[in-house]
């Protein structure tokens, strides 16, 4: 079909009719009480209101603003590559360059400056090349265990992770989050002896 | 279950861990090509990446940043609510006062300054009350009209919708957004022309 044309936007608005394809990109978290999977765009809506929401908790000199469009744009690459669980290490590895190359095609769709800054954003926040990245980071990997914690460790037992995993793969977060990081360690604590946690 | 505790971010966690909630509330509206209805929490990704995406375009004294905040709470009532057709006048008016107490039972599980902060948002968004608020209600009104165009109309033509009310119920969008507009009312009058609209 061809697109409808609006002038000068018309470039952003087929951008943001192709992004409509997030909402198809499944999860392994689902919603809490609920047997759906969860979807990479409504994750990242509910991070983004999570960096809203904690923001006083957040390390003093961390852009909000900017952690907030981090999380509506970090998933956005999924659309050409899914998403790949986090705990499986060799296939985030494999899929690192096929990400690279679907922000180029993805952000690619807009025309400047929103183009050079979405890539921007994406890349800073891959690489974790600032505070405001490894902040945003943090919540990433944080909102899934809490998501885990009040769902007795769905996402968990259905894909066999182990304590050990969770400790080891987001140890990160306790290095940029060590209060909240602390509770959760003592969460996820229970939840292994609770049978949710391998 | 009893909710695990996060020290000084319980409430925020607890907060966050009931929003989850929004990604079950269901539009009229769905996935371009696609058989499912969008949910609430997935549209407000979309709603404030169309707010980052369009900055170029909006009005020069607008606040992105409080757009795409306004974004990301803006239905978040909807959790008690429901989603209301924004077609249905007497529905939509008999659910304002209900949409009231839902932001205050809400945001209210939030401690301050989030609690008011994000009630005064939704507040100001609701009654259009600042060019940012105005800006986010056009932007909230167009991006389901977007999605009918890329959709051979599907939920104007599920839901009976004519042209006039389409025409009528959006003005504002004209008032607040002109150089868009005129682009969307020529593709309206194309869409009843192949019978997406009546």
């Known amino acids: 079909m061809t697109q409808p044309a609006f002038g ?13 394809k997030l909402k ?6 689902k919603i809490i009480g609920h047997g759906r999977q969860e979807n990479s765009a409504e994750h990242s809506w509910h991070f983004a209101v999570a960096a809203m929401s ?3 908790f957040a390390p003093q000199n961390v ?16 659309i050409d590559v899914g998403d790949v ?11 690192a360059g096929k990400e690279a190359a679907a922000a180029e095609r993805l952000f ?5 400056p929103q183009n050079s800054q ?6 800073e926040y891959e690489t974790g090349d600032s505070v405001d990245a490894r902040f945003a980071g943090a919540l990433d990997r944080i909102l ?15 894909n066999g992770i182990s304590l050990e995993q969770v400790l080891t793969r987001n140890a990160l977060v306790g290095e940029s989050w060590p209060e909240l990081w602390q509770h959760v360690v003592s969460h996820l604590h229970s939840a292994q002896e609770k049978g949710w946690l391998r």
Chains 1, 2 share one sequence.
């Open 144 to 158: 899934p265990i809490l998501q885990n914690l009040h769902n007795e460790g769905q996402s968990w037992r259905e």
């Open 8 to 20: 000068a936007m018309s470039e952003v608005i087929n951008f943001l009719m192709e992004i409509d």
């Open 85 to 95: 669980l986090v705990y499986d290490l060799a296939a985030r590895l494999a899929v």
């Open 108 to 112: 690619g769709l807009l025309p400047e």
């Open 54 to 56: 904690l923001a006083p």
């Open 63 to 78: 852009d909000i603003s900017r952690v907030v469009q981090m999380a509506l744009l970090h998933d956005i690459v999924e």
């Open 24 to 29: 198809l990109v499944e999860r392994r978290t």
């Open 118 to 123: 979405f890539l921007q954003l994406w890349q």
